[in-house]
């Protein structure tokens, strides 16, 4: 009797055991389930992020993407999407691209509408260069086949500074702080 009694105390003290085991699973369960739901919401927070977007309007937004991760040191595409068949915009051009530069995000298209806009030097993307070697290589390569609006001088607010407009139409302000 007091063996059968025993095993009682042991199953009870077993199970005692094991719901206590359940519930602490379950707990653990349940706080992974609201980390899994944290670290997803700040990744899809990361992607809500202000981009600057180049439309360009003479079916070079493919070029020009290239070109800039070309001249940008830690650059790259990210993404490209392209009009199909059934587009109104020529087959093949982009409908949505993603670059980064240096880390800073980008996202260009080919229009297939024309407006009556285009890109403008009132705004312009502003690079801080690392070095004078850095700011004249850029300056240059940015300048070929555009438009120089400030030379490369120093204007009392930086070492060092020069505006141009590329060959794309896009404004680029380089500065050098030294």
């Known amino acids: 009797m007091k063996k ?3 095993l009682i105390a042991l199953i009870v003290l077993f199970n005692c055991n094991n719901k ?11 706080e992974n389930y609201e980390l899994k739901k944290e670290v997803d919401k700040a990744i899809a927070d990361s992607k809500r992020q202000i981009t600057t977007f180049l439309t360009f309007q003479n079916k070079d937004a493919e070029q020009a993407m290239n070109f800039y991760v070309s001249i940008f040191k830690n ?10 068949k059934e587009s109104p915009a020529p087959e093949g051009s982009i409908l949505m691209a993603r670059f980064e530069l240096n880390g800073s995000q980008y996202a260009c298209s080919d229009s297939y509408i024309k407006h009556e806009w285009n890109f403008t ?3 312009s993307n502003f690079v801080d260069c690392a070095s004078n070697e850095e700011l004249e290589s850029l300056f240059t390569k940015l300048s070929e086949n555009g438009k120089v609006l400030m030379p490369l001088a120093d204007y009392g607010f930086s ?3 020069g505006f141009i407009e590329d060959q794309f139409g896009v404004s680029w302000q380089l500065n050098l702080d030294e």
């Open 4 to 6: 059968f009694i025993s």
């Open 75 to 84: 650059s790259k595409i990210t993404e490209v999407r392209r009009h199909g």
């Open 20 to 30: 206590s085991l359940n519930e602490e699973l379950d707990n653990l369960r349940s």
């Open 159 to 161: 070492k060092k500074f």
């Open 121 to 123: 030097p009132g705004v």
